[in-house]
């Protein structure tokens, strides 16, 4: 596959992209770390229980980043700069409200949100502690999501990962500071990503501002294109609910199979969400690429990009599938796997390598539709799929790990039909601004 001048720009935008993905999970990595060496079993397992809980809001809030690039890139595609900074602005205000939302609504609920995990009364404690503090990075933290929206949607990565980078580290340092050093114990580890988060967006913020000043953006929240930026949010946050309600059926599904699959299972789910960064980062110069071109009117470049991008998600996967299998018998020593968990994985890394070539077609073709500006089609499409896989589900948890695997092979399949269809047709290729 010869590299050309369109190849080049999808790796300007997907390489970096790759990179700040890769560096977001890496936040909490750092706090077991520093939590388990200072603090002990049971502060790891409070932070597995408040860590989850954020996870689960930074999944449903993605859509701050998503939604962002989308507007930003076709205002910018059609010249219209100033509408494309206002885009900006307005989803940085709409990310602001939800974190202040987030606060008042979580905070009182923080310890009957724990209790749903049923941790014991220590850790629940714990949590609770973590939780609370953690909830006064709400803001920052999706001020970061919304901000690299912002910037992906002018075709810029490279500052993202370039402040994704710098939080984690100040993120660990600050981690080891407060829990090793001042011994503030799991609130210092909490303390140290709020500090963190909040610097990051506070680059954000300055970036932005000073971008919207330049174009002479006012700086304050415009009503219409924030309630606008919310109506696109709420499609795209019904497609992530769908996605999540999968997983979660899946892990449920796998708990009721035993410990060993369970375990097996949970190993599985982090080389498949590994690959899965990279295969995302094809999706989000899907998603800055699409939106420039649809809103420059330029259907034709929309078309060929698309259909180069679909080939570079099909090629990564499958190159991801082999290197699955290259390294399946290494895997489980790495993860320290006994005999029963090592059987049970070595046999479902076989679904989850095959799967990948479809999973980067699904994930160029999502990305490219939510940089059209698609979003009640994904939502209903999520829907649909969705209860699709259910009865699946359902039925292959009867026969084991593999089975299950496959029902998620299934629906992934089911996806890529919904999306293919889609974007074989005409009806996402609206252009202008």
Not at 80 to 96: F, P, Q, T, Y
Not at 188 to 217: C, D, E, M
Not at 383 to 390: E, I, S
């Given at each position: 596959m010869p590299i050309t001048s369109r190849d080049r720009e999808i790796l300007r935008l997907a390489v970096p992209a790759f990179g700040a993905l890769v560096a977001e999970p890496l936040f909490l990595l750092a706090d077991y770390a520093i939590v388990g060496h200072g603090l002990g079993t049971t502060a790891v397992g409070a932070l597995g229980v408040a860590g989850t809980v954020l996870a689960t809001v930074v999944n449903l809030c993605v859509f701050l980043a998503y939604g962002t690039t989308a507007s930003v890139a076709r205002q910018s595609g059609a010249g219209n700069h100033e509408r494309a900074m206002r885009s900006g602005v307005d989803g940085i205000w709409l990310a602001l409200a939800i974190g202040a939302a987030l606060i008042v609504v979580c905070w009182p609920l923080s310890p009957w949100i724990v209790g749903l995990f049923g941790a014991s009364p220590e850790q629940a404690e714990q949590a609770v502690t973590y939780l609370r503090i953690s909830l006064l990075g709400a803001p920052g933290m999706l001020v970061v999501l919304a901000g690299t929206g912002v910037l992906r949607g002018l075709q810029d990565t490279v500052t993202p990962l370039a402040v994704a980078v710098g939080s984690f580290a100040l993120n660990a340092g600050l981690n080891a500071w407060f829990v090793l050093g001042l011994h503030w114990g799991i609130a210092g580890s909490a303390w140290g990503t709020v500090l963190a988060q909040t610097l990051g967006a506070a680059v954000y913020l300055a970036v932005v501002a000073r971008g919207a000043l330049r174009l002479g953006t006012p700086?304050?929240?415009?009503?219409?294109?924030?309630?606008?930026a919310g109506t696109a949010g709420f499609a795209l946050l019904i497609r992530t609910a769908c996605l999540r309600v999968v997983l979660?059926?899946?892990?449920?599904?796998?708990?009721?199979?035993?410990?060993?699959?369970?375990?097996a299972y949970a190993i599985a789910t982090q080389v498949w969400t590994l690959l899965a960064f990279a295969l995302d980062a094809i999706a989000i110069a899907g998603q800055a690429i699409t939106g420039r071109t649809l809103g420059a009117g330029d259907v034709a470049a929309t078309r060929a990009a698309t259909r180069r991008m679909v080939q570079w998600g099909l090629w990564s996967g499958l190159a991801l599938g082999v290197l699955v299998v290259a390294a399946r018998p290494l895997l489980p020593g790495l993860f320290d796997a006994d005999p029963q968990v090592t059987e049970q994985l070595l046999a479902v890394l076989w679904p989850v390598a095959l799967f990948q070539p479809i999973c980067g077609v699904v994930f160029v073709l999502d990305g490219v539709l939510i940089g059209a500006g698609d979003q009640r089609y994904l939502a209903w499409a999520g829907v649909w799929t969705t209860l699709a896989y259910l009865p699946c589900a359902f039925l292959a948890s009867g026969f084991g790990i593999v089975a299950l695997w496959c029902a998620l092979g299934a629906w992934m399949i089911a996806r890529s039909i919904t999306l293919v269809r889609r974007v074989i047709g005409t009806a996402w290729l609206v252009t202008g601004a």
């Amino acid at each position: 596959m010869p590299i050309t001048s369109r190849d080049r720009e999808i790796l300007r935008l997907a390489v970096p992209a790759f990179g700040a993905l890769v560096a977001e999970p890496l936040f909490l990595l750092a706090d077991y770390a520093i939590v388990g060496h200072g603090l002990g079993t049971t502060a790891v397992g409070a932070l597995g229980v408040a860590g989850t809980v954020l996870a689960t809001v930074v999944n449903l809030c993605v859509f701050l980043a998503y939604g962002t690039t989308a507007s930003v890139a076709r205002q910018s595609g059609a010249g219209n700069h100033e509408r494309a900074m206002r885009s900006g602005v307005d989803g940085i205000w709409l990310a602001l409200a939800i974190g202040a939302a987030l606060i008042v609504v979580c905070w009182p609920l923080s310890p009957w949100i724990v209790g749903l995990f049923g941790a014991s009364p220590e850790q629940a404690e714990q949590a609770v502690t973590y939780l609370r503090i953690s909830l006064l990075g709400a803001p920052g933290m999706l001020v970061v999501l919304a901000g690299t929206g912002v910037l992906r949607g002018l075709q810029d990565t490279v500052t993202p990962l370039a402040v994704a980078v710098g939080s984690f580290a100040l993120n660990a340092g600050l981690n080891a500071w407060f829990v090793l050093g001042l011994h503030w114990g799991i609130a210092g580890s909490a303390w140290g990503t709020v500090l963190a988060q909040t610097l990051g967006a506070a680059v954000y913020l300055a970036v932005v501002a000073r971008g919207a000043l330049r174009l002479g953006t006012p700086l304050t929240p415009g009503l219409a294109g924030v309630r606008q930026a919310g109506t696109a949010g709420f499609a795209l946050l019904i497609r992530t609910a769908c996605l999540r309600v999968v997983l979660v059926v899946a892990t449920v599904a796998a708990a009721r199979l035993g410990q060993a699959p369970l375990a097996a299972y949970a190993i599985a789910t982090q080389v498949w969400t590994l690959l899965a960064f990279a295969l995302d980062a094809i999706a989000i110069a899907g998603q800055a690429i699409t939106g420039r071109t649809l809103g420059a009117g330029d259907v034709a470049a929309t078309r060929a990009a698309t259909r180069r991008m679909v080939q570079w998600g099909l090629w990564s996967g499958l190159a991801l599938g082999v290197l699955v299998v290259a390294a399946r018998p290494l895997l489980p020593g790495l993860f320290d796997a006994d005999p029963q968990v090592t059987e049970q994985l070595l046999a479902v890394l076989w679904p989850v390598a095959l799967f990948q070539p479809i999973c980067g077609v699904v994930f160029v073709l999502d990305g490219v539709l939510i940089g059209a500006g698609d979003q009640r089609y994904l939502a209903w499409a999520g829907v649909w799929t969705t209860l699709a896989y259910l009865p699946c589900a359902f039925l292959a948890s009867g026969f084991g790990i593999v089975a299950l695997w496959c029902a998620l092979g299934a629906w992934m399949i089911a996806r890529s039909i919904t999306l293919v269809r889609r974007v074989i047709g005409t009806a996402w290729l609206v252009t202008g601004a």
